[in-house]
Each structure stands twice: as structure tokens, then as C-alpha cells.
């Protein structure tokens, strides 16, 4: 493969060779569109919706701004987010929180907020279940099994029956034995290289010498940045300056087929307006779920590359945008809730990152409850889903009904990659099947079937997916071997 373009004068088929297409216009997406443009390729990318962004989209309401979920972006890639936004991306100090037994604990868990909130009976059992995982239990020599002894080894029985045994079955949908370990261990790696894990553990240390009464001055919260009126703001501008630089961005299409030939792909597409249309590059970056580009391949992969896509599946999402009758719900920028009497299993309040999403005397909050396929069409079951919500604020806040004004709810489908126990197998023979593949890519969050894929951790796997573009060598030149667990297929 010769996929390295150059700054000479290039024949009809170099040009080709150069131009290259996309599909999704989400943040992966859009990142490989900004960083290859500046490589001299052609970019053209295909989104099925009718706006740019994918899970970074910001929606208004009433003069409110919620993110479809909670987007933070960390101080690694800051000169990159500031080239975008400019100082419309502003640092932000808060907490995280869980929401047990009507309390509010911080996240990371610490002993004297523990003790302060929960009470010396119910927080001395917990504080002493990690003390004994710190100190007495170690991982089996094979391993873990599950994401269930992972979580049991690190914090001990108690913490993990109070904070992890319900709140994994609201994400996953199946039991925390039924988990692979990779649920936990991902972000505990991801917080460990972006040396996050490091400031938490001091917080934790900290918190244990900092006196009963008295508020010390560092507990100020993590350090994070967020833009201006929500996270849409990056992947607007890259955006737009990817069509400032010429490239091309179809919005609302329907991708019906991606036929591979030996040295180019051509995209069957149907555009916003019902028309017919094809589009051919030399090199395809895939965003889409990994599992649907493999219905849409032709030639048709063989019959257990499609059986090995069957097993893979993604948790829906559905979010509920309130506006509420309050100054504020809560300090926290986000809480989870690990009880199973709450339907949800996250609350974010906007106005946490930045005043500017909400108003004096109303603030918004937007409200995420996992479900699965066997729950049914989203417009079947979403007003009960409603209704179930409204109870669960109800017995945590006190929120009323009649406090609450506009509401809004949306579904994405393809929010999390399940990862049931086993998947690395399915996911393999889709890695392999690609493997062959040299001018197509599938990498991002749904690309590569990861479930706690980050803004930041996107564009540092983009990292990988550039160097194998720019230095024009094959798969297994660049990668070796598939693995399930590549930066990209």
C-alpha cells in the first residue's frame, strides 16, 4: 500500500489515492477529517444525521444547553482545544458524586466524607471492606474472571455490594459476574496514564488526616476544562474549518453499501434528499458501529465474521433533558446512582461546568437511564420511563412535579459496547476479518467497540491511525496481528 500523499503534482489516480472518506461526522470523525486535511488529503465525510457532533452534540432549550451526557476535556490536549474554541474553553474545578441512601458521597470515595455523610455505622464497614483489599487480598495468580472480583479485590466485599453489584446491570444489563474485567480496568488505566488516578488517591490520603469539622483548602474538586455553551462547540469548529479548507460534509444521508476494491472503495449512499448517489476515495475511515459496517460490506463477509457480529451489541441510552424550578439541584457535576430502586444510572447538571447553561432561580439537568433491545421501541415505553424518573427525583431531591417546566427526552442507540464476558473472541474475527483491509480504517468509540471511550482517549487513539496513514504501510506491517484490542481495525 502507497497512501502517503506529497506535495507534487499528482495524476487522476494519486488523486485518488489521496482523497479519502468518512463516515460519521462525531468527534472521531471529525478529528481524522481536522489532523489528515492538514496531511493535503481530500476529505468528504458522510453523517446520517441531520447535524454535525454525534454524542458531542449540545441541544437548547428554553435558553438552556445540555450535552448529550457529560463531556470534560482534560489539560493534555489543551493547545489543540484553545486552537478550536479559543478562551471559550475555560477551566472548570468540581466533584463527582454517588447518590446512596438519599446522601451525597464524593467520588472518589473519601474516608471522612464517608464517614461525615453516610454515619460511623454505615461507613466504618465500608472503610474497613478496603483496608482489607488494600492490605490482605490479592488478585489469583490466573487472573480475573470478571469484572465482579476486579472491583472486590481493589475495594473490598462491602464497597463493591453497595456501589458497583446494581449500578453495573442498570449499564450493562447483565450481572457484574457476567462482565469481563475490562469494564473497570480500561478506566482505571485511562485514569492512571493521564495521571488522574494519582491526584485522586492523594485526595483520598488527604482526606483521611484533614480534620472532622473543617473544610480543607484543597478539596476543590478535579481539575477539568469545559466550553462555553457545551461541548458542541469543538466539533463545530472542526467542522467548520474541514469545509473551510474545501472538504465536504453530507448530512442526513443513508449509507447503503461500501464496496472494497483492491485499491479503492466506493460508498452507495442515499442523500438528505431520498436521491441515489455514489462516492468513491481511496482510503475509508469508518466511525460507525463496527457491527453495522459489517452489514453493509460488499462483498458480504463470509457467514462467521457475521455470526461473530451478532454476538456483539451496544446499551441504548435514554436521556431526559429537565428544566428545574431551582437556583440548583446539586453542587456535584454529575452523580451516579448504584441503587437499584433508581431507574437512572447518571444526573448531570450543566450548570455545574459553566453558569452560562442555565438561568438565576432555574438550572437544567439531564437525566440517563440505560436499556436494551428487549425493552422495546423508545417511543413505546419512554412516558413510563418518564414517569419512573420524576419518582426516583422525587425520593431522592424532593423534586415535585410542579417544580419541574420543559422536558425533553432523546434516545441514542448505540451508547455503550457491552462487554459481556467473552466478546474479545466476536470482536477478534471482526479484527481479523479487516485485518486484510489496508484502506479501511474502523477506530472510535462505536468503530472500535470500546465502552469508556473518553473525548481525550479518542483523539489520542486517533495518534495510532495517523501514523499508520501517514507512513503508508500495511496492517500488518503497522499492528503485527489483529487483536481485539487495537487503537483501530
Known sequence: MNIRPNGNATSPQQEQTRSLLILGAGLAGLWAGYRLQERGFQISILEQGHASGGLMETLEMDGFYFDLGPHIFLEDHLPFYAELVGDAMRPVKGFYGFGLQRKQVLSPIQPVNLLRTLGISRALPMLFSMLYAKWFKRPSSNGFTNVQEVIISRFGERICGDFFRDYIPKVTGLPAVEVSPDWFLERYRFYQEHNLWANLVGKVFRSITASWGKKRKEDKGLSLFYPVLGAQMVTDALANKIQERGGILHKGVRVETVERLSDQITVD???????????????????????????????????????????????????????????????????????????????????????????KGQTGICVEVCFGEEDGPFEQIREGMYRSVLEGLGHFFGLREEEIGRHQEREVPYAYAIYRDGYHEPLRTLASYLFSMDNLVSYGRQGSFRYNYLVDRIIDAFNEVYQYIDTGTSKKEFLGSPSAKSAFF
Open 269 to 359: 449512499y442515499s442523500g438528505a434528499d431520498g436521491a441515489q448517489r455514489k462516492e468513491t476515495a481511496g482510503i475509508l475511515i469508518s466511525t460507525i458501529p463496527v457491527t453495522n459496517l459489517m452489514r453493509i460490506l460488499s462483498p458480504t463477509p463470509p457467514e462467521e465474521v457475521l455470526k461473530a457480529s451478532r454476538r456483539l451489541s451496544f446499551r441504548r441510552l435514554a436521556l431526559f433533558f429537565l428544566i428545574v424550578n431551582r437556583e440548583r439541584l446539586t453542587e456535584k457535576i454529575q452523580i451516579y446512582f448504584p441503587e437499584s430502586r433508581y431507574p437512572f444510572k447518571r444526573i448531570y447538571e450543566p450548570k455545574n461546568l459553566d453558569p452560562t447553561m442555565g438561568k
